[in-house]
T-cell receptor, first 112, second 116 residues
Framework: SQQGEEDPQALSIQEGENATMNCSYKTSINNLQWYRQNSGRGLVHLIL?????REKHSGRLRVTLDTSKKSSSLLITASRAADTASYFC????????????FGTGTKLQVIP | NAGVTQTPKFRVLKTGQSMTLLCAQDMNHEYMYWYRQDPGMGLRLIHYSVGEGTTAKGEVPDGYNVSRLKKQNFLLGLESAAPSQTSVYFCASSYPGTSQPSYEQYFGPGTRLTVT
């Protein structure tokens, strides 16, 4: 079963607006990562947040993590048409496991 | 650096045929992974390897076998293909093996497999 579930499944916004997508997970984690996938391509790592961190920034990306609620959010500010893609969260569980579990993704469309 | 490459990019198989997907990485990564991606299902881990000569089962290993004879290569085999294995397959690698591990996974471009 999927560890992470993204919400919403699909999101359509105008260029320049902010996009927020959420990820919920089930078990304790070591870290949570966000990836982007352009249509027909492989995934690209965006940002990683560790379990002892609450917020992290990278350029126009802001990620928050609430371990008490087992949830994370990814905010993309001032969106661009090039941000159109699917976004996935991936959780690495506590306990030293070397694998991560991906969620089902949020499909973002940014309209020029 | 080429990063992670996958061969082939597309393949059509008949039910019962076999094939091997090849993944190669030139980043000296210890860990390698095979995923399948189906619509609405996200990525599901098939098998993974934490080093040369080692493999382990992931979430959906049935019907697949893997081998990691060389550190840079990770092979995924389908012994007797079934229509349920129609999917897009992604290979990924991670962890440069230094004292400060990086959990970021680097993905290949994918192999689109259709089993008829």
């Amino acid at each position: 079963s999927q560890q992470g579930e993204e919400d919403p499944q699909a999101l359509s916004i105008q260029e320049g607006e902010n996009a927020t997508m959420n990820c919920s997970y089930k078990t304790s984690i070591n870290n949570l990562q966000w990836y982007r996938q352009n249509s027909g391509r492989g995934l690209v790592h965006l940002i990683l947040i560790r379990s002892n961190e609450r917020e992290k920034h990278s350029g126009r990306l802001r990620v928050t993590l609430d371990t008490s609620k087992k949830s994370s959010s990814l905010l993309i500010t001032a969106s661009r048409a090039a941000d159109t893609a699917s976004y996935f969260c991936a959780t690495r569980p506590s306990g030293g496991y070397q694998k991560v579990t991906f969620g089902t993704g949020t499909k973002l469309q940014v309209i020029p | 650096n080429a990063g992670v490459t996958q061969t082939p990019k597309f393949r059509v198989l008949k039910t019962g045929q076999s094939m091997t997907l090849l993944c190669a990485q030139d980043m000296n990564h210890e860990y390698m992974y095979w995923y399948r991606q189906d619509p609405g299902m996200g990525l599901r881990l098939i098998h993974y390897s934490v080093g040369e000569g080692t493999t382990a089962k992931g979430e959906v290993p049935d019907g697949y076998n893997v081998s990691r004879l060389k550190k840079q290569n990770f092979l995924l085999g389908l012994e007797s293909a079934a229509p349920s294995q129609t999917s897009v397959y992604f290979c990924a690698s991670s962890y440069p093996g230094t004292s400060q591990p990086s959990y970021e996974q680097y993905f290949g471009p994918g192999t689109r497999l259709t089993v008829t």
